[in-house]
């Protein structure tokens, strides 16, 4: 959604030019390009403030590379200029025309935003608008109206700028030849940062809708703080103390003072707001290139790379469609350099990579006629290896699905061999208790600690609320690229349950590796993928269903795709647990409207996994054949 890459809070809304500061002089954007601001009147007479920095030198014509955004514009004023124009410094030497506008309800550009403003086809008049003809109109006006223009226009955007680059895509100006989506908000109900598969991502969206949901009397510079003092040591704490999430609307907190808030809480099923707002589905017919961008440690908005690409894909097979997957954080590609995340140490400049080798020449190709842009059409870096792979699609040809299956005593295998006549005996169990969640993160953080993600899970492991299943030690390395699933068959005392399921690699008890942070690395289990779902909704998005309790009931889980190989002499672990606190809201285990749940609605249950006889649990991972 916003750029959630530093911590503390304030941190999380810096604008993404500010994330690749560099060494270059201070004054480069002065010396060398002249700014503008202006109103521009779209179809239905609203005005977008939008900001233009056109090179000085007048020796050639230059495309426009354009931001929308709707976290400022700014700096604003004619003598305040941004230290930094574009995605990267090497975009800013090579001169094109930088735009930034407000969009439609934000800062200095008037009308009323809308949470992911759906789009309308076959616009009937003037007064029917969207993303899609707001930026439309801006690029018709700034072809016609900027001097020294060549009649080319890219857009690029990460998160939510991300979402209003996909927007640009149907029904697009014909002067846009170049998108780049980058991390976009794609689906917010099914997998990007409201919630995953139904369940509410809590931590990240009270934080973010105290700054970004605050409300507005017309343009502003400044929204004048947040909407609410939310002050804490212990994210944890606070929000187990805060109790039911209908709390969040208490007169100290959003106090129904934030419409997107309000709009999240009354939708909690995949309604008609939230349907409208999927944008995949308007990804017809598309004929300009694309570079969708991604990271595998992306906590916001990883499923909408990987699914805006495939939206593509699949609905316009013909388009130069192009996929980058880095060992990234939110927007982490935009910095300067990108060598080491967690424990991780990738052993390269891999931001650095990114800018160099893919965005400025793809940049540079469709809108300059400069040079050459023809890498393969996914370019995915493998953690395990760190290695740079290079595939003709995503997921590559070579994978075969594979079922690793969850066996008693923890054990995972490739095999399914089972006792029919046992399989009322062969089941793993915990108790879930609301008031006792099962936290995301190892350690205090008064925010979100953002290397989750690749934390070790001893800490999970050790409670009686988290079961485990591990393979034995791997006698070659094992490479899985692509979409996991996870097919497992439960049952409940309870008529509602989550559901989160981790991958994990398990280092060597005898491995001597140091971490980057100077840690002995042995026995370490890292986390490489995970996801929750929200039990009831295990049939339909649209149409939640209560669980039976003690009738055992498959489950089947969509986890976002890795590129990873697990070493020789590593072990493959499934961790499966029914809370993940509070990083994703509390399921009071009961079949009921959860946001105005009560404190007494919430029920600790028992729930069992079962994996033998006819009710073989198990993870489909999808195998690279070498």
Same mark, same amino acid.
């Not at 939008?50 to 030198?57: H, Q, S």
């Not at 929308?68 to 574009?86: H, N």
């Not at 439609?104 to 969207?130: F, H, Q, W």
């Not at 595998?296 to 495939?310: C, I, K, R, V």
């Given at each position: ?123 009937? =008049? ?83 809708? =105290? ?22 040591? #212990? ?43 999927? *944008? ?83 940049? =540079? ?90 934390? #070790? ?19 070659? =390395? ?141 993870? *489909? ?6």
């Amino acid at each position: 959604m916003i750029q959630k890459i530093l911590i503390p809070l304030v941190a999380l809304f810096a604008p993404i030019w500010l994330l690749g500061q560099s060494s270059i002089n201070a004054d480069y954007v002065k010396n060398n390009f002249t700014k503008t601001e202006v109103t521009i009147s779209m179809r239905d007479g609203i005005k977008l403030y939008t900001v233009i920095y056109a090179p000085v030198d007048q020796s050639e014509k230059y495309p426009f590379l354009i931001e929308r955004t709707p976290y400022s514009a700014g700096p604003y004023g004619k003598e305040e200029y941004a230290r930094r124009l574009g995605p990267n410094t090497e975009l800013m030497k090579e001169k094109y025309i930088f735009v930034y506008q407000d969009v439609r309800g934000r800062y200095m550009s008037e009308g009323v935003n809308l949470e992911a403003t759906p789009y309308i086809p076959n616009k009937k =008049n003037k007064n029917k608008v969207d993303e899609s003809s707001d930026t439309y109109d801006t690029v018709d006006w700034l072809i016609k109206n900027i001097a020294n223009n060549n009649g080319r226009a890219g857009l690029y955007g990460i998160s939510y700028p991300g979402f209003y680059a996909t927007a640009s895509l149907p029904g697009a100006h014909p002067a846009i030849k170049a998108v780049s989506p980058q991390a976009p908000v794609t689906d917010e109900f099914i997998g990007d940062d409201a919630n995953h598969n139904g369940a509410f991502f809590l931590l990240d969206n009270f934080d973010f809708m =105290n700054y970004f949901g605050k409300e507005r009397n017309g343009p502003v510079k400044d929204y004048g703080g947040a909407v609410f003092n939310a002050s804490r040591k #212990d994210a944890y704490q606070f929000f187990l103390d805060l109790g039911p999430i209908k709390n969040t609307q208490s007169p100290q907190y959003f106090n129904h003072k934030s419409y997107i808030w309000n709009e999240y809480l009354d939708h909690d099923t995949y309604d008609s707001y939230w349907q409208k707002r999927n *944008i995949r589905q308007w990804l017809k017919n598309i004929t300009i290139p694309t570079l969708v961008v991604g990271g595998w440690f992306d906590a916001e908005d990883l499923f909408g790379s990987l699914h805006t690409y495939q939206a593509i894909e699949k609905n316009s097979p013909k388009n130069k469609n192009y996929l980058v997957m880095g060992p990234w954080t939110h927007g982490a590609w935009a910095r300067n350099g990108w060598d080491k995340f967690g424990t991780y140490n990738f052993g390269s400049n891999t931001s650095q990579y990114f800018q160099d080798s893919l965005q400025t020449k793809f940049f =540079n190709y469709y809108l300059k006629d400069k040079a050459n842009f023809n890498p393969t059409e996914a370019t995915v870096f493998e953690t395990g290896t760190n290695e740079w792979k290079h595939y003709n699609h995503w997921p590559p040809d070579n994978v075969q699905y594979s079922a690793w299956y969850l066996k008693e005593n923890g054990l995972l295998s490739t095999e399914a061999k089972s006792n029919q006549k046992r399989a009322q005996d062969h089941y793993t169990e915990y108790v879930s208790n609301p008031a006792n969640p099962v936290p995301y993160t190892y350690g205090i953080y008064a925010r979100r600690n953002n290397e989750y993600m690749v934390e #070790d899970q001893r800490f999970a492991a050790k409670r009686p609320d988290v079961i485990s299943f591990s393979s034995p030690s791997l006698t070659q =390395n094992l490479t899985f690229a692509g979409p996991i699933t996870a097919d497992i068959f439960v049952s409940t005392t309870s008529t509602d349950a989550d559901f989160i399921v981790k991958i994990i690699d398990v280092l060597p008890d005898t491995s001597t590796e140091i971490s980057t942070k100077g840690l002995p690395m042995a026995g370490f289990q890292r986390l490489i993928r995970a996801e929750v779902f929200r039990g009831k909704f295990r049939n339909s998005y649209e149409r939640p269903v209560p669980f039976v309790p003690g009738k055992i009931t498959e489950v089947k889980i969509n986890l976002n795709d890795i590129a990873h190989t697990f070493l020789k002499g590593h072990k493959i672990m499934i961790q499966i647990q029914s809370s993940w606190f509070p990083l994703v809201d509390m399921n009071p285990q009961q079949f009921l409207h959860i946001p105005t749940a009560k404190e007494s609605d919430f029920k600790k249950a028992t729930i069992r996994i079962w994996h033998d006889g006819a009710y073989l649990s198990k993870i *489909i991972f999808p195998q690279l054949e070498l």
